[in-house]
């Protein structure tokens, strides 16, 4: 079972890494939304390219047939995702796996396709996104972690770096966050707070 870094940052751009990957990030999601194949494409090689520069572990979300197409090892898809995804195909190419949980039957699948992570979410309130799921809380990822024993758990959703700590005094083994360092001020030195404060964590 893969060990995960404490931090996992979500970012929208790959140009983003630029700034980001020198403050000591090594896990990374790129979360494209909207984009056409070719900027996709461009947007995953840069990433890539960065990633392997400062010995970071790069996720492409969703999309999984770019991620074979571009040599990535690691792909997250969320539950509607693996409706349509090729698991055994990423499989034969050895690309490891994360999966979103919300709610104890998708933990259940989940666990059926045997993931390189688990993420449970969203922990407390987020802005990200309009969410079906109330906030899951602290309690949910004690018992989310004692259900998936070895397989790590990824906390997600409206976390700061003191709810990171948080999370992961409460079980998690990683901690995700997106709009708390992308839509900071000062992006890089929020990062810093995170990487700092998760750090502590681990030594505590």
């Given at each position: 079972m893969i060990a995960l870094p404490r931090f996992y940052l979500i970012i929208d751009d790959a140009a983003l890494l630029v700034r980001l990957l020198p403050e000591g990030l090594r896990l990374v999601q790129l979360r494209v939304k909207e984009a056409t194949p070719l900027e996709l494409r461009r947007q995953i090689?840069?990433?890539r390219a960065l990633c392997e520069g400062f010995d970071a572990q790069l996720v492409i979300n969703d999309h999984w047939e770019a991620a074979i197409d571009e040599g990535c090892d690691f792909v997250h898809l969320g539950q509607e995702d693996?409706?349509?995804?090729?698991?055994p195909a990423l499989r034969r190419h050895e690309i490891r796996?994360?999966?979103s949980t919300h709610d104890e039957a998708e933990l259940e699948r989940a666990l059926s396709f045997a993931p390189d992570y688990v993420a449970l979410g969203p922990i407390y309130p987020t802005v990200l996104k309009a969410m079906t799921w109330e906030p899951q809380g602290l309690d949910k990822?004690?018992?989310?972690?004692?259900?998936?024993g070895e397989t790590p758990l990824v906390g997600i959703g409206g976390l700061t770096p003191e709810r990171g700590v948080a999370a992961l005094t409460a079980g998690a083994?990683?901690?995700?966050a997106v709009?708390?360092?992308l839509r900071n001020p000062d992006?890089?030195?929020?990062l810093r707070e995170w990487i700092?404060?998760?750090a502590m964590e681990a030594i505590n």
């Open positions: 090689r840069q990433a693996l409706d349509t995804a090729d698991v796996l994360g999966l990822v004690t018992d989310w972690k004692r259900r998936v083994d990683s901690v995700a709009t708390d360092v992006p890089p030195a929020r700092a404060a998760t």
